[in-house]
Every structure is written in C-alpha cells, then in structure tokens.
C-alpha cells in the first residue's frame, strides 16, 4: 500500500475549468482582447496562473508587463468567483474518505497559487480532510519541477519510497518522474487518457473508484 498519495488539484480532484474560463475570460475581455471558448481553457492551464495567462493572451501582446496585468486582474476575479461553478468529480470525495480511513496519507499538491488552494479545498472537502494542501508559493518551481513533491515529503517527515501521484496531465506524469515516484493518471480530468499514456504513465483510473484499489493493493 502506498503511504503518502500526492494529488493534483484542477482535473483530478476538482472540475475548476468554467471558473477559470470564466475568470480569464473577464479580464481578457476588460483589456479588449478576444475571449476564448472554455474548451481551450483544458490546454491552457496546468502550468500555473502565469503560464495560463501567458497562453490565453494574443501571441504579439506576450510581453512580460501584459502578463502580469493580466495576471494580477484574473487573480482579483478569480477571488470572487472561485467557487461558482466548480466542485468536485462525483465520487472523489469517497475514494478521499475510504483512503484516508485506510490510513493513507493524502494530500493535495497544486500549481494554482496556494491561497487559493487551500480556501477551495477547504469549502469542498473540509480542512481536515487532507493532511497538507499545498500550492504554488513564491519561491518555488512550479510543476513539472519536483520541488513541491521534496517540500511536501518535508513538511510531512514522511520518505518518498512508498509515495505515489495523481494527476490529469503530462504535467503531473512528469513531475511524479522528477521525484522518482510512480504516476496514477485520471482519465476524467482536462487532458485524457492518450496524454496520460503518451506521457508514460502505465497506472490508470478510468473513474474515482479505481483509485482506492491502485492506491491501496499495490
């Protein structure tokens, strides 16, 4: 069984992609620049807040200074309606309550910055639910860099050997192969199956249910 399950947070635990839409949408909008249907909204994100900007920008408007506004203006908007439209995947918060009863160690890794993290996982799941929810916090590498997989080990006083990560995307595949820790990929997510496959990740669930046993019978 593995100890410590490390879990991405948009596309595996939660379906966050309208707000975000929603959210970027507005402000590419406020600054007269074309809005994008939601759809593309799958590819953009997973590299965290700058990186979604970044992508959802016209390509000539790229410039460092237009991605910080617009960084800044979809992170005030995305305060205030975080938690309209998003919830989690039907049966997540199961297989989250038989792991942990279990005694599995779950915990919540994530590229959306950690405020936010923490308050969505809170009002979804409850504060006690995972042992640690971290975020992306200044300072430190986003994913697929390893290095919020070394801090939750740390924070936690827990090893890596008996850890494992759960992911929608390439990003979360190749951040468990940074650590050196198996990948279970979850096809509902934002990428899909042949992403998680191409990728190289050989664990996995086709709903929330095949977790508990991936998890727990390895």
């Not at 939660?14 to 809005?35: C, G, H, K, M, Q």
């Not at 919830?87 to 590229?111: F, H, T, W």
Request: contains cysteine; charged residues 25%.
């Amino acid at each position: 069984m593995y100890k410590l399950a490390i879990f991405d947070l948009d596309g595996t635990l939660i379906n966050s992609i309208y707000d975000l839409a929603d959210a970027v949408n507005i402000a590419l909008e406020e600054r007269a620049y074309p809005a994008h249907p939601t759809e593309s909204y799958y590819y953009f994100v997973g590299n965290g807040a700058m990186k979604l900007c970044e992508r959802a920008l016209p390509e000539n408007k790229r410039s460092e200074e237009e991605i910080i506004a617009l960084n800044k203006r979809f992170s005030e908007i995305y305060n205030e309606i975080c938690l309209n439209k998003t919830r989690p995947y039907e049966g997540i918060p199961e297989v989250i309550d038989r792991l942990v009863k279990a005694g599995v160690q779950c915990v919540v890794a994530s590229n959306k910055p950690d405020s936010f993290s923490g308050h969505i996982v809170d009002v979804l799941f409850g504060p006690e639910t995972f042992d640690l929810v971290m975020g992306k916090r200044d300072g430190v590498p986003v994913k697929p860099q390893p290095d919020i997989v070394y801090n939750i080990a740390a924070e936690l006083g827990m090893t890596l050997d008996d850890a494992v990560f759960i992911g929608d995307s390439c990003v979360d595949v190749q951040t468990a192969n940074n650590a050196g820790i198996p990948c279970i990929g979850c096809v509902w997510g934002f990428r899909g199956e042949k992403e998680l496959r191409e990728s190289g990740c050989d664990l996995i669930a086709c709903e929330p249910n095949d977790l508990f046993g991936l998890i727990t019978e390895n």
